[in-house]
């Protein structure tokens, strides 16, 4: 089964860093982009960007350029998605999601990982 | 950047079809594909590449793409369509993917 399975919640204060964790199975996770989705409570989905885990290629979104950053393990088929100092404004779901083919549809995502930002 | 506009909200009754638009200019010329979104969950894709479904999603879910609109079209809609839908597009200028805001289907 082909899936993507997310790290758990997480409780941070302003200024802290973290990074979230997104792990494959059941494909090749080298040949296939992971994106990253944002959504923030009550709001719609925002493309944050994507990653090529066989080579560690990224396109981010404008809005989140220099935001967060993203990487890759594919020793361990795993995608991150890290902040260096949390603002409240980053309290959102994040969800990891995976298209078949380039620039195509998110068929598979993940469970999400929340992520709350307060002091 | 390319912006993809969806009404807020859609009512229908069960039985009835359910059409959800995605504006956006020039979609025509674009692959769009949609995504529902229960209360709690992860999105789940329902039609890709304007018409077509991933397996498990039922025949009532079809889409279609005309110029500057994209329609989702729901027929004979049940109490378990009731769900958040998105539209999405990529974005060839900018190189990225875009969503539309979503649409609040409830079922009445």
């Known amino acids: 089964e082909v899936q993507l399975v997310q790290s758990g919640a997480q409780v941070k204060k302003p200024g802290e860093s973290l990074k979230i964790s997104c792990k494959g199975s059941g494909y090749i996770f080298n040949n296939h982009w992971i994106g990253w989705v944002r959504q923030m409570p009550g709001k719609g989905l925002e493309w944050m960007g994507m990653?090529?885990?066989?080579?560690?290629?990224?396109r981010y979104s404008p809005s989140f350029q220099g935001q967060v950053t993203m990487s890759a393990d594919k020793s361990i088929s795993t995608a991150y998605l890290q902040w260096s100092s949390l603002k409240a404004s980053d309290t959102a779901m994040y969800y990891c999601?995976?298209?078949?083919?380039?620039?195509?549809?998110?068929?598979?995502w993940g469970q999400g990982t929340m992520v709350i930002v307060s002091s | 950047s390319y912006v993809l506009t969806q009404p807020p909200s859609v009512s229908v009754a069960p039985g009835e079809t359910a059409r959800i638009t995605c504006g956006g200019n020039?979609?025509?010329?674009?692959?769009v594909h949609w995504y529902q979104q229960k209360p709690g969950q992860a999105p789940v894709l329902v039609v890709y590449y304007g018409s077509d479904r991933p397996s498990g999603i039922p025949e009532r879910f079809s889409g279609s793409n005309s110029v500057n609109t994209a329609t989702l079209t729901i027929s004979r809609v049940e109490a378990g369509d009731e769900a958040d839908y998105y539209c999405?597009?990529?974005?060839?200028?900018?190189?990225?993917?875009?969503f539309g805001g979503g649409t609040k289907l409830t079922v009445l």
């Open positions: 999601a995976r298209p078949e083919v380039n620039k195509g549809p998110f068929d598979i």
């Open positions: 990653i090529y885990p066989g080579d560690s290629d990224t």
């Open positions: 020039y979609i025509g010329t674009k692959s």
């Open positions: 999405q597009v990529w974005d060839g200028s900018s190189d990225q993917g875009v």
